[in-house]
Nanobody, 128 residues
């Protein structure tokens, strides 16, 4: 059974850190582009970061550059999103997704429509 399971969300104070995990089962995550997205209430889903295994490219939204870092653990078949210096604007449901067709890279890395399979999400709350 193909699954993507996000974990690691929770409540954190402004300035704090969280590490999100996106664990895959039923397929090898390293064969596909993996993206992290977030969605706050009343807002559209937006791309946060992605990684393209074919050439090792990584992408970040301008709002998270320098604070977030995406990485892969091939042995664990997992992609991580390290989030530091969190602000209330970072709050929302975080999803990981995969692009089966290797289309979501370059300027299109954050296009929701290019991702084929999504996890259920993990909630991030940033509040004092």
């Amino acid at each position: 059974q193909v699954q993507l399971v996000e974990s690691g969300g929770g409540l954190v104070q402004p300035g704090g850190s969280l590490r999100l995990s996106c664990a895959a089962s039923g397929f090898t995550l390293d064969n596909f582009i993996v993206g992290w997205f977030r969605q706050a209430p009343g807002k559209e889903r937006e791309g946060v970061s992605s990684v393209r295994p074919r050439d090792g490219s990584t992408y970040y939204a301008d709002s998270v550059k320098g604070r977030f870092s995406i990485s892969r653990d091939r042995a664990k078949n997992t992609v991580f999103l390290q989030m530091d210096y969190l602000t209330p604007e970072d709050a929302g449901m975080y999803y990981c997704a995969i692009d089966y067709h290797d289309l979501a890279y370059g300027t299109g890395w954050s296009s929701v429509d290019l991702y084929d399979f999504w996890g259920q999400g993990t909630q991030v709350t940033v509040s004092s």
